[in-house]
């Protein structure tokens, strides 16, 4: 004889009905994902300004207190003109988190790919919600294409963020 347990959803409970999950799981995960076009050249961000201009964004709104949100991001860039260079930073709400000055480096027409993946721990209350931006600005070149999608169906640029229980 078998036995089969089927829930559609599972929470862990304490008795004063607040959220209660073992250390390291994951509670939630959001994601932003936005995939090249087939039917044209596009961008998130078409920039040839030395400001830095947000290219992507998600919110998460926590579930528990003092949790950790691991952050994941990635996005495509190309120039077809002239050499890239191009800085990258990621914000929660308005602080910068994370940030590299070389994101985007090297010859033109070579789409190149960057990612970012850190544990963010923001030390938010239940019910806060955290906006995380992946932001870029061009430090040398011409017009710079992020999150670039090609009319064969190129690229793609996303943000995943997991919310884990302290």
């Not at 509670?27 to 040839?48: A, K």
């Not at 950790?68 to 890239?84: L, R, T």
């Not at 963010?120 to 992946?134: E, F, H, I």
Request: aromatic letters at 8%; charged letters at 15%.
């Amino acid at each position: 004889m078998t036995s089969r347990l089927l829930v559609d959803k599972l929470e862990g409970k304490t008795s004063s009905g607040t959220i209660q999950m073992p250390a390291g799981h994951i509670v939630q995960s959001v994601s932003f994902d936005r995939v090249g076009s087939s039917s044209s050249m596009t961008g998130l961000l078409v920039s040839s300004s030395n400001d830095f201009a947000d290219v992507m964004s998600k919110s998460i709104t926590t579930k528990l207190a003092n949790s950790k949100i691991f952050v994941f991001m990635s996005a495509v860039a190309y120039d077809g003109s002239n050499n890239m260079r191009v800085a990258v930073k990621v914000l929660r709400d308005s602080t910068e988190i994370n940030g590299d000055r070389f994101a985007f480096y090297g010859p033109s027409s070579i789409m190149y790919n960057h990612v970012i993946s850190m544990l963010d721990s923001p030390s938010a209350s239940v019910g806060t919600t955290l906006t995380y931006k992946y932001q870029a600005r061009v430090t040398g070149g011409s017009t710079t294409t992020i999150g670039y999608g090609d009319s064969s169906g190129g690229s793609n640029a996303n943000i995943t963020l997991m919310e884990i229980a302290q």
